[in-house]
């Protein structure tokens, strides 16, 4: 463990949370660039891993981004969801180990 503990490599955590405007008209369309965005990022290698969550806790979403917390934060206050109100986040440090990643789906 302690070798494998060694091997951490940093990441961030993001919760994405309703917004004020969540339960709005524009609110779809600002949802549709967000998620547009985050293909994006996954692309650019930014992003690594999204997870929308389905229930009422007001968590809309996790991310696990591939870059400091700063770094981080200025990507998603420049997210269309984010700047148009529909959705609130923090972002935590983290780390992680390289190489881990979900598993496939069987249907």
Not at 29 to 35: K, L, Q, R, S, Y
């Amino acid at each position: 463990m302690n070798e494998m503990l060694s091997h951490a490599s940093p990441y961030s955590v993001m919760i994405l949370r309703t917004g004020p405007k969540y339960d709005t008209d524009a609110a779809a369309a600002a949802i549709w660039e967000h998620g547009r965005r985050n293909f994006a990022l996954r692309a650019a290698g930014a992003l690594s891993v999204v997870l929308p969550v389905d229930d009422e806790s007001g968590i809309c979403g996790i991310g696990i981004f591939d870059r400091d917390v700063d770094t981080t934060v200025e990507l998603m206050n420049s997210d269309p969801g984010v700047l148009a109100g529909v959705f609130e986040f923090e972002v935590h440090p983290a780390r992680g180990f390289p190489g881990d990643a979900l598993p496939v789906a069987e249907d």
